[in-house]
């Protein structure tokens, strides 16, 4: 069973590196991604300010890091 840590740890760099992947990180204002783990629950939290000229949306992205993450710790708990 894989600890809390590891839980907020594998969600926190699966939402960044979606996101990273999407847009050059020199070109992001500001990120910040809140992930908690407790009694069972996860909770992800993405605050995205993008670059001025955008592509792709900004909220798809955000969609897609949130949706990575929770996938991440899908797999995690899959392989225990």
């Known amino acids: 069973m894989p600890t809390e840590d590891e839980v907020v740890r594998t969600a926190s760099e699966a939402a960044e590196g979606m996101i990273f992947s999407r847009y050059k990180r020199s070109a992001v ?15 992800i939290d993405v605050y995205l300010n993008p670059p001025d000229d ?21 797999e995690l708990f899959a392989a225990e």
Do not use: W
């Open 29 to 43: 204002r500001d990120l910040d991604i809140t992930v908690t783990f407790e009694d069972g629950v996860l909770d």
């Open 54 to 74: 955008a592509d792709p949306d900004p909220e798809a992205v955000v969609e897609n890091a949130i949706a990575a993450a929770e996938s991440a710790v899908d």
